[in-house]
């Protein structure tokens, strides 16, 4: 089924279903233009321009009713345990997560209050004026650090699934073409090298799993982040948010030319954001050693969603020039994305000459 052919099933016989279930009588609801690979259909729900929700239809086979129950329990506790996150809402029975099934396919519901604020790309990438911009490094951390305290004390109903559970070699081989077989090789080594990882509770458990200013507003008159979409959300280390995070850095530096100046940005910025995550949570030095490491498992991520859309969609693998700078980094092993590398260009950020698969 298609993100097209659910809008039109939504409209004429989902929704109306859907508003029953959670009070939305006289709310306007709008679809949200879907990004490419997106699995889920969603919709603004607002009401006199106050109360907005956000409503997920997720439609493809691909999760279970105890991965959506996991992530929905993930959420509400840790909103009401003080985290900075939208809060899922109940339907009118009670219930965190909903089940609709139209032509022996089952639709899983979930509703959201609508977080405050904006994201950085609908602010221009513009920060609070008057405010410096380490504000918001710093906020990102603490943040982040509150989550994953949080997660420390986190005792699942409905377990969420695991890394590994996912990111096996058995499934990096079924997916990645045969033609990338060093590509294959270097990411067995990663996963061999993660396997040998100490999962110890300060350092694995409930992670976000895309931590990146796409999936968090901020209130521009506060500084207060809230965070959402935790679709993705797994058991993993703690480690890999922060190199999310780091990866997120590189965004406010990509166009400088000198290679220092990128370095010694991204360590002023990382040393901030880890100010930050401090200040919520510890975390052990031999993990922060390991940054370099997880950077380059949030390639592999990457790399693994990027052929996961083109099947999805049915499409011939091919790799464009964003895919093949990503696959360059791990084959020659280049570290932090590349980014003080030779193969970086500040003029064309994060591409490589395409290749034929």
């Known amino acids: 089924m298609t993100h097209n052919e659910v809008v039109k099933i939504g409209g004429t016989y989902l929704l109306p279903l859907v508003s029953e279930l959670y009070g939305l009588e006289g709310y306007e609801t709008k679809p949200v233009k879907a990004h490419p690979g997106g699995r889920n259909v969603v919709y603004t729900c607002e009401k006199n321009g106050a109360d907005s929700k956000i409503l997920r239809i ?179 280390w703690y480690m890999y948010d922060l190199a999310d995070l780091w990866t997120n850095g590189v965004g406010w530096i990509q166009f400088e030319q000198d290679a220092g100046e990128r370095k010694k940005f991204m360590d002023d910025y990382f040393k901030t954001v880890l100010e930050g995550y401090r200040s919520e949570t510890s975390i052990d030095s031999t993990m922060l050693d390991k940054l370099p490491l997880f950077i380059q498992i949030t390639l592999m991520e990457s790399i693994v969603d990027a052929f996961e859309v083109m099947q999805h969609n049915g499409e011939e693998p091919e790799c464009d020039e964003d895919l093949s700078y990503l696959i360059k980094c791990l084959e020659d092993d280049i570290p932090y994305e590349g980014f003080f590398h030779e193969i970086y260009s500040s003029d064309e950020p994060f591409v490589y000459e395409k290749r034929i698969i």
């Open 58 to 236: 997720a439609f493809l086979n691909d999760r279970s009713r105890e991965d959506f129950l996991g992530e929905v329990e993930y959420i509400r506790y840790l909103f009401e345990h003080g985290g900075n996150v939208s809060d899922v809402i109940s339907s009118r029975k009670g219930n965190l997560l909903e089940e609709i099934t139209f032509n022996n396919h089952t639709f899983f519901i979930c509703l959201f209050k609508k977080a405050k604020g904006k994201m950085l790309v609908e602010n221009n990438y513009r920060y609070r004026e008057g405010v410096p911009i380490t504000e918001y490094y710093y906020n990102c951390g603490k943040v982040l650090g509150k989550l994953h305290q949080l997660s420390k004390e986190y005792t699942p109903v409905h377990r969420r699934y695991s890394f590994f559970d996912k990111y096996n070699a058995e499934y990096i081989d079924k997916l990645i073409p045969s033609s990338l077989s060093l590509l294959k090789g270097k990411l067995g080594e990663l996963l061999k090298t993660l396997e040998g990882l100490d999962r110890n509770r300060e350092s694995f458990g409930m992670i976000h799993f895309d931590y990146n200013d796409g999936n968090y507003s901020i209130d521009f008159d506060t500084g207060q982040i809230t965070v959402y979409d935790f679709d993705n959300s797994c058991f993993g």
